[in-house]
Nanobody
Framework: QVQLVESGGGLVQAGGSLRLSCAAS????????MGWFRQAPGKEREFVAH????????YYVDSVKGRFAISRDYAKNTMYLQMNSLKPEDTAVYYC????????????????WGQGTQVTVSS
């Protein structure tokens, strides 16, 4: 069992920045692919980015490339999502999740999920 806890969400103006964190409970954190998803009201959950286990290859959905950066701190069992140049369309609940697959981009390939953190970007 892996427990994930997100934090760092909030209200920010368009063009601003936020950094989300996802703390994992298990020491085997490094073997999992870690991903971020988001879900806006009335929409399906959408893949945002993932980072594989060591060495930490990354992949982003086109809409966030160049604005978001995913990273992980193995010593702290924590993953981050640095979000810059935020837009109103980035407003959503953001979830972190783990997968045993190296290049997972769909929600059903992820096993454990956090509770989500709200990000609201005002125009």
């Amino acid at each position: 069992q892996v427990q994930l806890v997100e934090s760092g969400g909030g209200l920010v103006q368009a063009g601003g920045s936020l950094r989300l964190s996802c703390a994992a409970s298990r020491r085997t954190f490094s073997v999992y692919t870690m991903g971020w998803f988001r879900q806006a009201p009335g929409k399906e959950r959408e893949f945002v980015a993932h980072i594989s286990g060591n060495p930490g290859n990354t992949y982003y959905v086109d809409s966030v490339k160049g604005r978001f950066a995913i990273s992980r701190d193995y010593a702290k069992n924590t993953m981050y999502l640095q979000m810059n140049s935020l837009k109103p369309e980035d407003t959503a609940v953001y979830y972190c999740a783990t997968s045993v697959l190296a290049a997972a981009t769909v929600s059903y390939d992820y096993t454990y999920w956090g509770q989500g953190t709200q990000v609201t970007v005002s125009s």
